[in-house]
T-cell receptor
């Protein structure tokens, strides 16, 4: 069964500090891994998308890494800001011709940045 | 502006009533999705459609129904058969199947009184 597990479930950090969120998956055959940011009461917004051949991708202060061998990904947030407070969701998809139309979502990590 | 719109943002329903949530996209995407999110939990797939006039059940389809008569529209009906409908509902679309990046709407919060 395809699964995506995220850790920690929640995290509190001080403004300006860095943090790293983890995502482990068992989705096969792997197509891509995406990280989304979801503000409270809003729809998720895409941060990064990585395919099998990519092991790192950045979007401003957000850097995602992918280890396809160990089936692990991380999202590193640098110099956190109060606006980074949100839920971060890891989503893993199988290749298009298998399990079509369905991606596997993690439950998310809730990040709180305090002043 | 290209994107996905959902309406209404907030919806209240009495027990026993059916209610329809709207989802429209102008991204020319083939695939559309409906998800349910409960407080502190992840997204769960209700229904998805990869092409007009075709749709498939997701993981929690019971008590819900959809239609896909037009490429840009994918309305979701929450029926009285759904035992616990109070939740946050998110619509998404993508170029094709689920392996492509999904773009989400702003969501509809449904409350059953």
């Amino acid at each position: 069964k395809n699964q995506v597990e995220q850790s920690p479930q929640s995290l509190i950090i001080l403004e300006g500090k860095n943090c790293t969120l983890q995502c482990n998956y068992t989705v096969s055959p792997f197509s891509n891994l995406r990280w989304y940011k979801q503000d409270t009461g809003r729809g998720p917004v895409s941060l990064t998308i990585m395919t099998f051949s990519e092991n790192t991708k950045s979007n401003g202060r957000y850097t995602a890494t992918l280890d396809a061998d160990t089936k692990q990904s991380s999202l590193h947030i640098t110099a956190s800001q109060l606006s980074d407070s949100a839920s971060y969701i890891c989503v893993v998809s199988a290749r298009p011709n298998t399990n079509a139309g369905k991606s596997t979502f993690g439950d998310g990590t809730t990040l709180t940045v305090k002043p | 502006d290209g994107g996905i719109t959902q309406s209404p943002k907030y919806l209240f329903r009495k027990e026993g009533q059916n209610v329809t949530l709207s989802c429209e996209q102008n991204l020319n995407h083939d695939a559309m999705y409906w998800y349910r999110q409960d407080p502190g939990q992840g997204l769960r797939l209700i229904y998805y459609s990869q092409i007009v006039n075709d749709f498939q059940k997701g993981d929690i389809a019971e008590g819900y129904s959809v239609s896909r008569e037009k490429k840009e529209s994918f309305p979701l009906t929450v029926t009285s058969a759904q035992k616990n409908p109070t939740a946050f509902y998110l619509c998404a679309s993508s170029e094709s199947g689920g392996a492509y990046e999904q773009f989400f709407g702003p969501g509809t919060r449904l409350t059953v009184l």
